[in-house]
């Protein structure tokens, strides 16, 4: 069974920085792509970064491009989102999951972590 667990979140002021981590277990977390998404209050889901199995292929979403950085440890199954230049509407809850595919953003486990609250203070 597959276990993400996020941590990391917290209160900070804008133009702050937070690093979030994931660590996963029950699957074979070098054969995937990994990303994190966030789900801020009254509004869908949506995808925020993703690396590849290697940790060469990075993509962002235009909204975090430049101030986010993803990276991934494979010995220790864990991905970690480095975020600076916070502002206001990055206020999220953030979680992780594993992509479909590198050209599919789509989460590819149903089940989630209970995520890291993220929260930007003007």
């Known amino acids: 069974q597959v276990q993400l667990v996020e941590s990391g979140g917290g209160l900070v002021q804008a133009g702050g920085s937070l690093r979030l981590s994931c660590a996963a277990s029950g699957l074979t977390f070098s054969s995937y792509v990994m990303g994190w998404f966030r789900q801020a209050p009254g509004k869908e889901r949506e995808f925020v970064a993703a690396?590849?199995?290697?940790?060469?292929?990075?993509l962002y979403a235009d909204s975090v491009k430049g101030r986010f950085t993803i990276s991934r440890d494979n010995a220790k199954n864990t991905v970690y989102l480095q975020m600076n230049s916070l502002k206001p509407e990055d206020t999220a809850v953030y979680y992780c999951?594993?992509?479909?595919?590198?050209?599919?953003?789509?989460?590819?486990?149903?089940?989630w972590g209970q995520g890291t609250q993220v929260t930007v203070s003007s």
């Open positions: 690396i590849s199995w290697s940790g060469e292929g990075i």
């Open positions: 999951n594993a992509l479909n595919t590198w050209f599919d953003r789509r989460p590819r486990f149903a089940s």
